[in-house]
């Protein structure tokens, strides 16, 4: 834990821009993580952006759960869409994790980057998909969910890129789909965190914890 004051440095940060911006954090801690990790000793290079995403998925515990209480205060949540989707999302997560240990950190980033493209271009063209459909039925939903956890513990967002178009796209108005996506990425957080600690608990050759 040497140089500890980089990470609250990083923390600070990375909380700073979530309620600014109203993101996760993940976009901007993964990468600082594996730039961290791989200046240190100790830290194997084919393993830095696999752990930098993990403790990244870790931290969007706590982000999430501000911020989802946040907007519950404000009765902009629609739990039902919660409930119907976590599921989903849980296995989504789980399978994003598997399929993330199976695969070098050059085709992770290569991943990774290429979702930080499709984000930074939505804000750029300032993309919000018309209202055109309802919410689907309970298996399009699960299905749905599973799309969103997995894409989101490959690359440890929070979901809101992938799941506000979404639900906007269903015709829900753009606050609830914002306050509902960030309920929903709490659950994204625990399934990915469970996900990363057990696909890395055989790995002799991670640092201690």
């Known amino acids: 834990m040497n140089g500890w004051w980089i990470y609250i440095s ?7 821009s979530a309620g600014l911006l109203g993101i996760g954090g993940g976009l901007i801690m993964a990468p600082t993580l594996t730039f961290i990790y791989a200046s240190q000793a100790g830290f194997p290079p084919n393993e830095v952006l696999h752990m930098a995403l993990g403790t990244s998925m870790a931290s969007i515990l706590f982000t999430s759960l501000a911020s989802l209480r946040a ?11 919660v409930r119907q989707i976590t599921p989903g999302i849980l296995f989504g997560t789980l399978l994003g994790t598997y399929f993330a240990a199976q695969i070098s950190t050059k085709v992770l980033g290569i991943i990774f980057t290429g979702f930080t493209c499709f984000v930074a271009m939505q804000l750029i063209l300032n993309f919000k998909p018309k209202p055109s459909r309802e919410i689907p039925r309970n298996a399009g939903v699960l299905a749905v969910g599973t799309f969103i956890g997995f894409i989101s513990s490959l690359v440890s967002v929070g979901g809101a890129a992938i799941t506000v178009p979404f639900l906007t796209w269903c015709n829900v108005r753009v606050q609830h789909a914002i306050g509902t996506s960030a309920a929903v990425g709490f659950p994204i957080a625990v399934g990915g965190t469970l996900g990363y600690i057990f696909n890395g608990w055989g790995h002799t050759d ?3 914890w």
């Open 10 to 16: 990083l923390g600070v940060f990375t909380g700073f």
């Open 71 to 81: 907007h519950h205060k404000h009765h902009a949540v629609i739990w039902k869409v």
């Open 206 to 208: 991670l640092p201690e």
